[in-house]
């Protein structure tokens, strides 16, 4: 943002805490509304990583500090908000016996794409100079994970 766009490091900072407020929000109100309403997390796991790669392809294409402040808290939310209903999912596919391991190592896979995004990111950003480039690249991450989800049983009782 800072230099295809020449916004300024404080504002672009500002920006992304409201990235960061809108992940602080999703992840309780995510798994609640999943909880409340009985959406079965399979369906919710897809929406959040469909809405997740569609918003970072919208965040690709704005190029004004308005539209990132309005896109930016979205990202936030669709990024991190999926995160508690995959755990509830995993939870119970592996069932109480595994639960603790099975979220352990959903988080360890996850925290290695954390590791590796950045690094994919800074070579391709380094040899293209292309922020929508980088971003489609990160929308293929949750599509990758939203294609897995149509292969999760769907019949998966609640303990």
């Known amino acids: ?5 020449g916004i300024s490091p404080i504002v672009a900072g500002s ?9 602080v929000i999703a ?5 609640w509304i999943s909880d409340l309403l ?6 919710m796991s897809i929406a959040c990583l469909f809405a997740f790669a569609a918003t970072l392809l919208v965040f690709g294409m704005c190029s004004t500090t308005t539209q990132f402040y309005i896109v930016a ?12 209903v995959l755990m509830a999912q995993v939870s119970d596919v592996s069932g109480k016996r595994f639960a603790g391991a099975s979220a352990g190592w959903t988080n360890a896979i996850w925290q290695t794409g954390s590791a590796v995004s950045p690094l ?6 380094g040899s293209t100079h292309s922020f929508t480039l980088v971003l489609a690249l990160l929308a293929i991450e949750p599509v990758i994970g939203m294609v897995a989800m149509l292969f999760v049983s769907r019949h998966i009782a609640r303990e």
Not at 1 to 5: E, I, S, V
């Open 15 to 23: 920006i992304i805490a409201s990235f960061g407020i809108g992940a």
């Open 120 to 125: 994919a990111v800074g070579h391709l950003y």
């Open 38 to 43: 009985g959406v079965p997390r399979r369906k």
């Open 1 to 5: 943002m800072t230099r295809q766009y």
């Open 27 to 31: 992840k309780p109100t995510l798994g």
């Open 73 to 84: 808290p979205i990202l936030g939310a669709f990024s991190y908000g999926y995160l508690p």
